[in-house]
């Protein structure tokens, strides 16, 4: 696994990247957004439009992107993003239910509440 420092974008960069559709690129948008947004509304509606993503990378780190706006800004829309972490922990993909396990200790879910 590489760890590299996901630099600050700014959103018009991330609209950009989204509209591109390249998934390297994808990856590291979607952990910029959780990492550095100043728009918690924003970056939320970023990561749930990510989080069915058919990439299994750019879908996982949208989930774990929930966890660090959680951490961020102490509060999340919880009626939406509670079902898209509990589906992700179902996911075909190990990575997503990784990333959503991960997520869910962040966000301090109850994934059978």
Same mark, same amino acid.
């Given at each position: 696994?590489?760890?590299?420092?996901?630099?600050h974008?700014?959103?018009?960069?991330?609209?950009?990247?989204?509209?591109?559709?390249?998934?390297?690129?994808?990856?590291?948008?979607?952990?910029?957004?959780g990492?550095?947004?100043?728009?918690?509304?924003? $970056?939320?509606?970023?990561?749930?439009?990510?989080?069915?993503?058919?990439?299994?990378?750019?879908?996982?780190?949208?989930?774990?992107?929930?966890?660090?706006?959680?951490? =961020?800004?102490?509060?999340?829309?919880?009626?939406?993003?509670?079902?898209?972490?509990?589906? $992700?922990?179902?996911?075909?993909?190990?990575?997503?239910?990784?990333?959503?396990?991960?997520?869910?200790?962040?966000?301090?879910?109850?994934? =059978?509440?």
């Amino acid at each position: 696994m590489l760890f590299e420092d996901i630099p600050h974008m700014q959103d018009s960069e991330i609209e950009a990247a989204i509209s591109r559709n390249d998934v390297p690129e994808l990856v590291r948008v979607v952990l910029s957004v959780g990492m550095h947004s100043e728009n918690r509304e924003w $970056a939320e509606t970023i990561c749930i439009r990510l989080s069915t993503h058919s990439e299994e990378h750019v879908r996982g780190n949208a989930i774990l992107a929930f966890g660090h706006l959680a951490r =961020r800004f102490g509060q999340l829309n919880v009626s939406i993003i509670k079902p898209i972490v509990n589906a $992700a922990l179902h996911d075909p993909s190990p990575f997503v239910r990784g990333q959503a396990s991960a997520a869910v200790d962040d966000l301090g879910f109850c994934p =059978r509440c």
